[in-house]
């Protein structure tokens, strides 16, 4: 008997239909386009309108690292799928806007500056997070005097924290949260947008002046030193309230006077200056534009490529709030964000500097 053979049927391995797989490439070359158009419009917009525009103050809450990475991905899939050139144009021209923004530190690739004859400060900034409410109060000191700076810049300093023994050999001149501590002979002492009303309650004091000038010398010259903390951008409530956006632009408001006040008394002070302290303003928001195109960025003296000061408990710090600008008479020597220990959520900045004795 003649066995019987059966067989059983093969399976085609499935083809993906070759009109599918380009409609998809093209939808993916489509998305690439499109996000390379949308963030070089996204970047350009953010040049023109922060620092002009209240609305734009919630845009500049992005970690400025966003303005590098998301350009640089649309570059790279440009360049990869081969998109033609045209569309690489635009991926690169949105790389080098918003790159720009992003925070770099270009100086920390170039030599250090050299020795400089004049005279040699040393000043550190700092917002202490409220002083010492939640740290220990000898350890703070400590590590405050540890500094051995000429000049301290202190922000968020709490009402009668300060003791005379504190800080031996120093003048203390306090304006509300503002404490400037100095080792140096006081000239002039100037509280910025004005001098409080006599009288003034310690918060009203607080909510008035945000940016405290004193003239100190040394070997002859002198130097205004300008301690400043600007407003914080808005409060932590729903922005589908109307008082969410209410209280943005009343912020704005109050960080525009602050700012003016600030750069009229910069732009007519012919001392050299130093002006250092915490501006709650990152490098992707336009409030700094004019001190930044008007003095130089303390960052000329520091060896780090990306600098950020905030928020120092996290592992990676991804914002730069805290900058100290000097005019040209001022050469920065070296400039470093130091450690707080946990003592607050901003880096503290450490500034040793040169006034360049005049001809």
Do not use: C
């Not at 949308?38 to 209240?54: D, E, I, K, P, T």
């Not at 405050?144 to 005379?164: I, K, S, T």
């Not at 592992?315 to 100290?324: E, N």
Request: net charge neutral; hydrophobic share 45%.
């Amino acid at each position: 008997m003649t066995p019987t053979v059966t067989s059983t049927p093969t399976s085609t391995p499935t083809v993906v239909d070759r009109p599918v797989r380009a409609r998809i490439a093209r939808a993916g070359r489509r998305v690439i386009v499109a996000a390379g158009v949308a963030w070089l419009v996204f970047a350009g917009l953010n040049v023109v309108l922060s620092g002009r525009w209240w609305l734009w103050l919630v845009p500049g809450l992005l970690p400025p690292l966003v303005f590098a990475v998301v350009p640089a991905l649309v570059t790279a899939g440009t360049a990869l799928l081969r998109l033609g050139r045209r569309p690489l144009v635009i991926a690169l021209a949105g790389l080098a806007v918003g790159g720009a923004q992003a925070g770099f530190n270009p100086a920390a690739l170039l030599p250090p500056s050299g020795d400089v004859a004049g005279t040699h400060f040393k000043v550190v900034a700092w917002n202490t997070e409220v002083w010492d409410e939640w740290d220990d109060p000898a350890g703070f000191l400590a590590f405050l005097r540890a500094q051995d700076a000429d000049v301290y810049l202190l922000q968020e300093y709490a009402e009668n924290g300060l003791h005379p023994a504190d800080f031996p050999g120093y003048s203390a001149i306090e304006r509300g949260e503002l404490l400037t501590l100095t080792r140096l002979p006081v000239r002039r002492v100037v509280a910025l947008p004005a001098e409080p009303a006599p009288g003034s309650s310690w918060r009203q004091v607080y909510e008035q002046v945000k940016s405290l000038r004193v003239d100190v010398t040394a070997g002859g010259e002198t130097l205004s030193v300008y301690n400043v903390h600007m407003p914080i951008q808005l409060d932590l409530v729903s922005p589908l309230s109307a008082d969410f956006y209410r209280q943005l632009r009343l912020r704005d408001a109050a960080r525009h006077r602050q700012y003016t006040s600030l750069e009229n008394d910069v732009r007519d002070n012919r001392n050299p200056v130093l002006v250092a302290g915490d501006f709650n303003t990152s490098p992707v928001m336009g409030d700094l534009r004019w001190l930044a195109d008007s003095l130089h960025d303390a960052a000329s003296g520091s060896r780090s490529l990306y600098p950020a000061s905030w928020r120092s408990y996290w592992p990676v710090q991804l914002w730069r709030l805290d900058w100290a600008f000097t005019s040209d008479a001022v050469t920065v020597q070296r400039y470093e964000f130091v450690d707080p220990r946990r003592m607050s959520d901003h880096s503290l900045q450490r500034i040793e500097l040169t006034v360049r004795r005049a001809p």
